[in-house]
């Protein structure tokens, strides 16, 4: 599977806005000055996410955006789908409890197709916000180290 810029810009801004959260709402020019994005392709971003519940606006001057709810609540897998819509990586008609696929019975194949999308699936629905959150500080901080 290749992300989209979609995906991997969105994931880096809601990043960036959980970074900051205690400062308050981040305008968007803020975050696409940080994070090196254009502030119209990242408004787009933040509207999707924003129509998933993900974010919130605030008007005014000291508005912005911000995260909406526990960073330890959102997966990465809440951000990928909101952003890239889902996550499966071949359609195969074998998987489909309409049976719609003549050869899925002796077909092998499907398992390898549902077999990555249950480790996919598993994966971005159990790494957090909050723990990319944690990483970048350790990175920061110069303490991170790679499994």
Request: proline share 1%; glycine share 10%.
């Amino acid at each position: 599977m290749k992300l989209s810029t979609k995906g991997r810009y969105g994931l880096r801004a809601m990043v960036d806005l959980a970074e900051t959260s205690e400062e308050g709402p981040v305008s968007i020019q803020t975050i696409a000055k940080r994070q090196d994005l254009s502030d119209k392709y990242l408004e787009q971003l933040l509207g999707m996410l924003k129509k998933a519940g993900l974010v919130k606006s605030v008007r005014g001057t000291q508005g912005g955006y911000q995260i909406v709810g526990d960073m330890a609540q959102i997966s990465v897998g809440d951000i990928l789908r909101a952003l890239e819509g889902d996550l499966t990586l071949v359609d195969c008609a074998g998987l489909e409890k309409d049976g719609a696929c003549k050869t899925a019975k002796f077909c092998v194949t499907k398992y390898v197709w549902k077999k990555i999308h249950e480790n996919l699936e598993d994966t971005v629905d159990h790494i957090t916000l909050k723990e990319l959150v944690e990483q970048s500080k350790s990175i920061q901080a110069g303490t991170w180290e790679e499994e």
